[in-house]
């Protein structure tokens, strides 16, 4: 084993080629630095300077030492830097999963905002339903997540930031009848076929969905469910039946299909930032910077 000691006695002499300016820089004096290089020559088995009583030259094994030994040097320079921005989490990794919601939103530029100021957090990104992430989170395969559920029905057992809450609207086929209405009641959608996302992704707002329908003395007619939410429009756009999505979601055009918002209160649903208590300083960090552009 060669103590980082060791190398920066060889550095010395190397870059002064001179035992005696070198114990100088070292602030020690000749015969220990002298006797040090000559042990390290020892157990490399190699000389590394080639000396006369006039000059101290390295040797070859000495010059392919020379780069090496700097970088080892400037790395363990670098180390209480590294490990102090570690704890600030400003290094580091955040593994990060979000439904596909919240891609419709701010998320892609406070993602964007997040790298450029924090380039050495390596950034992992997972579309995941919240079962998907329940379970990620269970193996310790995942940091922090975006979710979508029903108003107050966030998981327990994690931190939460609120990020959004709203009105969820209706998308139909532009073919429908109801696409044209100036406004919609309950009375008249309740009845239309319904295409939704399975309970076990998102059972908060299923369950809000279907007691927003039984409270209007109405069950819900689902005749298709699917998992992401393009497939659940482009299902409403080929007129298979109509659709509850967050209002953020008509952001997602599609022809042949028409977002309309119900003329009474509708279904609501929120987006929450979810984390473990423990987390990491990466997953502080990043919570942090959401809260700070939220407020902006």
């Known amino acids: 084993m060669i103590e980082l000691r060791t190398l920066r006695q060889f550095l ?4 002064e080629l001179h035992f005696g ?7 020690m004096t000749q015969p ?5 290089i000559q042990k390290l020559e020892a157990s490399l088995g190699a000389p590394l300077f080639e000396r006369s009583s006039r000059s101290v030259a390295l040797s070859a094994a000495g010059l392919a030492l020379l780069p090496q030994a700097r970088a080892l040097l400037a790395q363990a320079d670098a180390l209480p830097a590294l490990a102090q921005a570690a704890a600030r989490g400003r290094r580091g990794r ?14 892609p530029r406070w993602l964007r905002l997040f790298r450029e100021a924090f380039a050495d957090i390596e950034l992992t990104l997972r ?27 966030h998981p327990p057992g994690f931190e939460r930031l609120k990020i959004s809450s709203e009105a969820m609207v209706l998308a139909l086929s532009a073919e429908d009848a109801l696409a044209g209405a100036p406004g919609l009641d309950a009375a008249a959608v309740l009845t239309q076929p ?14 809000a969905l279907l007691a927003f329908y039984r409270q209007h003395g109405q069950e819900p007619q689902i005749v298709q469910q699917a998992i992401q939410m393009q497939t659940i429009v482009n299902l409403v756009s080929a007129g298979i039946g109509v659709a509850w999505v967050p209002a953020s979601v008509m952001a997602f055009q599609r022809a042949g299909v028409v977002y309309k918002p119900l003329a009474g209160a509708a279904p609501l649903c929120e987006t929450s930032l979810i984390w473990r208590q423990d987390a990491a300083p990466t997953v502080l960090r990043f919570v942090e910077h959401i809260e700070q552009l939220m407020r902006r």
Do not use: C, K, M, W
Request: hydrophobic share 50%.
């Open 12 to 15: 010395a002499v190397a870059e």
């Open 21 to 27: 300016r070198a114990a100088e820089r070292l602030h």
């Open 32 to 36: 220990p630095l002298t006797q040090a």
């Open 94 to 107: 955040l593994r990060l999963g979000f439904v596909s919601t919240v891609g419709y939103g701010e998320l």
């Open 127 to 153: 579309e995941a339903t919240l079962d998907v992430q329940l379970r990620e989170f269970e193996q310790n395969e995942l940091d922090a997540g975006f979710i979508i559920h029903a108003p107050g029905a």
């Open 194 to 207: 319904l295409v939704i996302f399975p309970r076990d992704i998102a059972p908060s707002l299923f369950d």
